[in-house]
């Protein structure tokens, strides 16, 4: 008897083939339980990398934000420096300041508004930028029209970016970051401002060299700057034709034109007085010398000792007081001057005049030491 054969379609011999296969037994389970498994790894993955781009992100949102409240801050700081420093009759210099201000500020806004991150994975965060941009050119038309005086509605939106912002740092967990104040200052009113502080009208060509509790200045009067020297309050100036002399700590030196540094050093002294073309008058261990800049002595020394009370010096010699009268010697060729035959107090000398007052009358006399001609 024969067999029966019975033909079967493709896809049920392939089934039938994998149920009688025992290696195929439970497969399909275990690609499911793959599948799944793989989701897991890729979301624990990707859920670190999202928030890593997302708190970059805010990082750029918050330096762009530093920068525009910078510049806010500071052009209103700067406007306010304008307003102080005018008098009546600088109002068009006020307001050109202000003016170039906000040209300034407007540029640098627009920089700003293209710097911000284009798309972000994020709805709170797209809101933050949208909310900047909308500060930012709501700024833009506020100082196109006054640069002092921002709208409600700028004020307004300034506070919500600033709320938005805090909610931002907190989700992200990220910082707010640090300013260079340097790089986000405005310098289009520098020249105003210049302009303003000069304490004349013309130029003067004039430095003053002051001495305060903290040390000595140097003002510049054309450019309205005031600088430190690195010199300590305890030192004496004395200026001797274009030179600059110090003496600190019983040293005497030869400063630099801007005064700043040590200066050249020049030896010891108890007192100097200003000679002609820039030389002085040094006196130290009972003896003077008449010296020039480089420290070398033109003539002297000689003892002080018997020349009277040296009070000041010219371009002929020392002026000393001594009971009979003033009179102005030159302690190494012995050649005196007679500037007042009656006792009398010096108020200053310079030059070749002596300004003097009589001890009785009180009357300031300028007396002219190569004439003696006499001016009360």
């Given at each position: 008897?024969?067999t029966?054969?019975?033909?079967?379609?493709?896809?049920?011999a392939?089934?039938?083939?994998?149920?009688?296969d025992?290696?195929?037994v439970?497969?399909?389970?275990?690609?499911?339980?793959?599948?799944?498994?793989a989701?897991?790894?890729?979301?624990?993955?990707?859920?670190?990398?999202?928030?890593?781009v997302?708190?970059?992100?805010?990082?750029?949102?918050?330096?762009v934000?530093?920068?525009?409240?910078?510049?806010?801050?500071?052009?209103?700081?700067?406007?306010?420096?304008?307003?102080?420093?005018?008098?009546?009759g600088?109002?068009?210099?006020?307001?050109g300041?202000?003016?170039?201000?906000?040209a300034?500020?407007?540029?640098?806004?627009?920089?700003?508004d293209?710097?911000?991150?284009?798309?972000?994975?994020?709805t709170?965060?797209?809101?933050?930028?949208?909310?900047?941009?909308?500060?930012?050119?709501?700024?833009?038309?506020?100082?196109?029209?006054?640069?002092?005086?921002?709208?409600?509605?700028?004020?307004?939106?300034?506070?919500a970016?600033?709320?938005?912002?805090d909610?931002?740092?907190?989700?992200?967990?990220?910082?707010?970051?640090?300013?260079n104040?340097?790089?986000?200052r405005?310098?289009?009113?520098?020249?105003?401002?210049?302009?303003?502080?000069r304490?004349?009208?013309?130029?003067?060509?004039?430095?003053?060299?002051?001495t305060?509790?903290?040390?000595?200045?140097?003002?510049?009067?054309?450019?309205?700057?005031?600088?430190?020297?690195?010199l300590?309050?305890?030192?004496?100036?004395?200026?001797?034709?274009?030179?600059?002399?110090?003496?600190?700590?019983?040293?005497?030196?030869?400063l630099?034109?801007?005064?700043?540094?040590?200066?050249?050093?020049?030896?010891?002294?108890?007192?100097?007085?200003?000679?002609?073309?820039?030389?002085?008058?040094?006196?130290a261990?009972?003896?003077?010398?008449?010296?020039?800049?480089?420290?070398?002595?033109l003539?002297?020394?000689v003892?002080?000792?018997?020349?009277?009370?040296?009070?000041?010096?010219?371009?002929?010699?020392?002026?000393?007081?001594v009971?009979?009268?003033?009179?102005?010697i030159d302690?190494?060729t012995?050649s005196?001057?007679?500037?007042?035959?009656?006792?009398?107090?010096?108020?200053?000398?310079?030059?070749?005049?002596?300004?003097w007052?009589?001890?009785?009358?009180?009357?300031?006399?300028?007396?002219?030491v190569?004439?003696?001609?006499?001016?009360?």
């Amino acid at each position: 008897m024969g067999t029966d054969l019975e033909v079967l379609p493709m896809d049920v011999a392939e089934s039938a083939r994998e149920l009688a296969d025992p290696r195929t037994v439970g497969c399909r389970p275990r690609w499911s339980l793959c599948v799944v498994i793989a989701l897991l790894v890729s979301g624990l993955v990707a859920f670190p990398l999202r928030v890593a781009v997302l708190r970059s992100d805010t990082g750029r949102i918050d330096g762009v934000w530093s920068q525009v409240s910078a510049m806010n801050n500071g052009r209103a700081a700067l406007i306010e420096q304008l307003q102080a420093l005018a008098v009546p009759g600088d109002e068009s210099a006020v307001m050109g300041g202000e003016r170039a201000l906000a040209a300034e500020e407007i540029s640098r806004l627009k920089r700003l508004d293209r710097s911000l991150p284009g798309l972000i994975p994020d709805t709170g965060l797209t809101r933050l930028r949208n909310r900047i941009r909308s500060a930012i050119r709501l700024e833009v038309a506020d100082l196109q029209v006054t640069p002092t005086d921002p709208s409600r509605s700028t004020l307004a939106t300034f506070l919500a970016v600033g709320d938005l912002l805090d909610a931002a740092r907190r989700r992200f967990h990220a910082g707010g970051l640090p300013v260079n104040v340097d790089a986000t200052r405005l310098h289009a009113a520098d020249q105003a401002l210049t302009a303003l502080n000069r304490l004349a009208d013309r130029p003067t060509g004039v430095r003053l060299a002051v001495t305060t509790s903290e040390g000595v200045h140097v003002v510049d009067l054309d450019a309205g700057r005031d600088d430190a020297t690195g010199l300590t309050s305890d030192t004496q100036l004395i200026v001797a034709g274009r030179n600059v002399f110090a003496v600190v700590q019983g040293r005497l030196a030869l400063l630099p034109a801007d005064l700043r540094g040590p200066g050249r050093p020049l030896g010891p002294v108890t007192r100097v007085l200003p000679g002609r073309d820039g030389t002085v008058w040094v006196i130290a261990g009972g003896m003077v010398r008449h010296v020039d800049s480089s420290g070398i002595t033109l003539s002297g020394p000689v003892r002080t000792e018997g020349l009277g009370n040296i009070s000041g010096a010219t371009d002929a010699g020392l002026v000393v007081q001594v009971l009979t009268g003033i009179r102005v010697i030159d302690p190494v060729t012995a050649s005196a001057h007679a500037v007042a035959a009656t006792p009398g107090v010096v108020l200053a000398a310079a030059g070749d005049t002596v300004a003097w007052a009589g001890q009785q009358t009180q009357e300031v006399h300028l007396t002219s030491v190569s004439t003696g001609r006499d001016r009360l």
